[in-house]
């Protein structure tokens, strides 16, 4: 079935650093792939999304490519703020094959220290 | 202003209590969401419902009930049940025919003393 592998956190990073966070996908069909953030006590918000292949999603200085060679959507961020700190989802959705279920990884907890 | 309401944002009650969440959402979106949430963990789905009147279980549906009588309303029960019912339960929706994202409600914290 459909799934997401998430790289496991927490990760330190120092103002300023360049952030990766790794997200791999397994799927049937052709899935939609995002990336939330969730800060604490809040619900998740969509951060960006790719819905084929090829597709770059950014927003806010953070940017992701949906890569179905390697079936992977990475989360990246050349220059880390004190105000990045979150948790970070990637989900799929693969409206077609699964209909509206979607599928999140564990989340990666993102610390970014001044 | 559109978007997702869960009220209350905290919740206590005692063991043994049945207790509904509210979930309200004025996007006219066809499918909705609960998720359960517990401290350093990810998502894992409770109930979804893509119409009225129909809703389906998921992966932890034991000791929970929903309804759906109305399209913008999608209320979860926690049941005496439910072993361990203290987490953060989100709720979400989405539009039905689209690549959309899962649009997200600020969450309820549920304690259970």
């Known amino acids: 079935g459909d799934s997401v592998t998430q790289m496991e956190g927490p990760v330190t990073l120092s103002e300023e650093a360049f952030l990766t966070i790794n997200c791999t996908y397994t799927a049937t069909g052709y899935p939609s792939l995002f990336w939330y953030v969730q800060y604490p006590g809040e619900g998740l918000q969509l951060l960006l999304k790719?819905?084929?292949?090829?597709d770059k999603g950014s927003n806010k200085g953070f940017e992701a490519t949906y890569r179905k060679e390697t079936t992977s959507f990475h989360l990246e961020k050349g220059s880390v703020q004190v105000s990045d700190s979150a948790v970070y989802f990637c989900a799929l959705s693969d409206l077609r094959n699964t209909g509206n279920q979607f599928y999140f990884g564990t989340g990666t907890s993102l610390t970014v220290i001044p | 202003d559109g978007g997702i309401t869960q009220s209350p944002k905290y919740l206590f009650r005692k063991e043994g209590q049945n207790v509904t969440l509210s979930c309200e959402q004025n996007l006219n979106h066809d499918a909705m969401y609960w998720y359960r949430q517990d401290p350093g963990q990810g998502l894992r789905l409770i109930y979804y419902s893509q119409i009225v009147n129909d809703f389906q279980k998921g992966d932890i549906a034991e000791g929970y009930s929903v309804s759906r009588e109305k399209k913008e309303s999608f209320p979860l029960t926690v049941t005496s049940a439910q072993k361990n019912p203290t987490a953060f339960y989100l709720c979400?929706?989405?539009?039905?025919?689209?690549?959309?994202?899962?649009?997200f409600g600020p969450g309820t914290r549920l304690t259970v003393l």
């Open positions: 790719a819905t084929k292949a090829d």
């Open positions: 979400a929706s989405r539009p039905w025919t689209s690549y959309n994202e899962q649009f």
